[in-house]
């Protein structure tokens, strides 16, 4: 079972607490995919020199994430911080992950440079269901950033979508034991579905999707004791 997130103050560091979520427990291992991500930020600011504005700074990572991985996104791809982390540093793999996954490795390196960056939750986009991407606060404009599309930073398709819900990283990481919850209901393995998806709602009480999956669950564990 993924160890229980820190909350301090209601606030959390999302790269740790995103590793801790996706499996990796050991502090050697969080330290090990923390310099992961100290990596790939200096490759960025040597091969693309980025001046110091934060709007420039942000937009030509967008950019260079993609000049690396062009085919980075998959439809039920890796949602895991570790795995999406490795898969964009590593020369074979052409794919580095889902909607989620990609939404974490944009903003966990955005934070690792002093951007704070949030997430914007829709109950449906693309006509594909749930979805998660990027949203910016910078010289007081809000700029939605869509990590499954090459031309996203500044993407316009959501503003009018009426589902949208802006998440703090409490509510990411949320969302990385509720798909942990996912997986495991769909293998079978009941009992800890139920710890993920607890975990789930403790962090983000409200999250709809995640609350109905656990009824659901529970009312099957209820069935199969008779």
Not at 65 to 76: C, D, F, M, V
Not at 155 to 165: A, D, E, L
Not at 167 to 182: C, E, M, P, R, T
Not at 189 to 212: F, G, K, W
């Amino acid at each position: 079972m993924r160890k229980k997130p820190h909350i301090d103050n209601g606030k959390l560091y999302l790269p740790k607490e995103a590793l801790i979520a996706s499996g990796v427990k050991e502090g050697d291992r969080i330290a090990d995919y923390l310099a992961k991500l100290d990596q790939l930020n200096q490759q960025f600011v040597r091969e693309m020199k980025p001046s110091d504005d934060l709007l420039n700074k942000a937009s030509l990572l967008f950019r260079w994430l993609w000049l690396k991985k062009p085919a980075r996104y998959q439809l039920g791809g890796s949602f895991g911080l570790d795995e999406v982390i490795d898969a964009q540093l590593s020369k074979d793999t052409q794919t580095v992950g889902n909607c989620l996954g990609l939404t974490l490795l944009y903003n966990s390196l955005l934070l690792r440079m002093g951007i704070k960056a949030e997430a914007l939750y829709l109950e449906d986009a693309f006509g594909i269901g749930p979805h998660v991407l990027t949203i910016l606060r910078i010289r007081g404009s809000m700029i939605d950033v869509e990590n499954i599309l090459p031309n996203g930073f500044g993407y316009k398709g959501h503003v009018n979508n009426s589902s949208r819900i802006r998440w703090q990283d409490k509510d990411l990481v949320a969302d990385i034991y509720h798909s942990a919850g996912n997986e495991s209901f769909q293998r079978g393995d009941l009992s800890a579905a139920l710890n993920y998806y607890n975990a789930a709602i403790t962090l983000n009480p409200h999250y709809e999707r995640a609350c109905v999956n656990r009824a659901i669950l529970l009312d099957k564990i209820k069935m199969e004791k008779g």
